[in-house]
């Protein structure tokens, strides 16, 4: 089994910046692409960022040159640094793993953590 546990979502002005965590705990050897996705109220569950093991990225447009995701393969773990936030990004965010690459979804979820921003 595959657990994945987030932290650091919270409440952020415009312009602000904050840093989401996931980490991968039991049969993780068979993860390739980790990321987050995000939904917003009303709206379709959407891609943020993902990162193979390797290191190939791929971002949302809204988010490029704002957000960067990053890796430790030893720790099995995913970060998210958020800068230059924007109340468009309010949302669930929500971690993604699976075997897959880039342009497939993971079949393991996190729970979900909120961001707000506000104006």
């Known amino acids: 089994q595959v657990q994945l546990v987030e932290s650091g979502g919270g409440l952020v002005q415009a312009g602000g910046s904050l840093r989401l965590s996931c980490a991968i705990s039991?049969?993780?050897?068979?993860?390739?692409?980790m990321g987050w996705y995000r939904q917003a109220p009303g709206k379709q569950r959407e891609l943020v960022a993902k990162?193979?093991?390797?290191?190939?990225?791929k971002y949302a447009d809204s988010v490029k040159g704002r957000f960067t995701i990053s890796r430790d393969n030893a720790k099995n773990t995913v970060s998210l640094q958020m800068n230059s936030l924007k109340p468009e990004d309010t949302a669930v965010y929500y971690c993604?793993?699976?075997?897959?690459?880039?342009?497939?979804?993971?079949?393991?979820w996190g729970q979900g953590t909120q961001i707000t921003v506000s104006s």
């Open positions: 990162i193979t093991r390797t290191g190939s990225t």
């Open positions: 039991g049969s993780s050897a068979s993860i390739n692409a």
């Open positions: 993604n793993a699976g075997p897959y690459g880039l342009g497939i979804v993971g079949v393991y």
